[in-house]
């Protein structure tokens, strides 16, 4: 199956669209993931979580980038549901 994974950087305010082929939706993160941290590397200074919230959700591999939306794809290149992918803030 094919899946549609975007990543999302709240510093940076960028969103990240792979689509990558996997049997599941775990699967489909990592490898999104890995696609990811090759075309954005991480920085190579640390950066220290300013908050307590921050602290406890920090991974240091992550980059900064989360995980924004996940959907599987149709044959016509359109994740399912027919709206297409939008920007975080629409």
Do not use: C, N
Not at 67 to 72: A, E, F, H, K, Q
């Amino acid at each position: 199956m094919i899946w549609s994974v975007q990543f999302y950087h709240e510093r940076r305010g960028m969103l990240a669209r792979y689509s990558v082929e996997a049997a599941l939706p775990p699967d489909a993160v990592l490898l999104g993931r890995r696609a990811l941290m090759a075309d954005y590397p991480r920085s190579k200074a640390a950066v220290i979580p300013r908050s307590l919230y921050q602290q406890a959700r920090a991974d240091p591999d992550d980059g900064g980038w989360v995980l924004y939306r996940i959907g599987s794809v149709d044959e016509a290149g359109q994740p399912f549901g027919g709206r297409g992918v939008q920007a975080p803030d629409a």
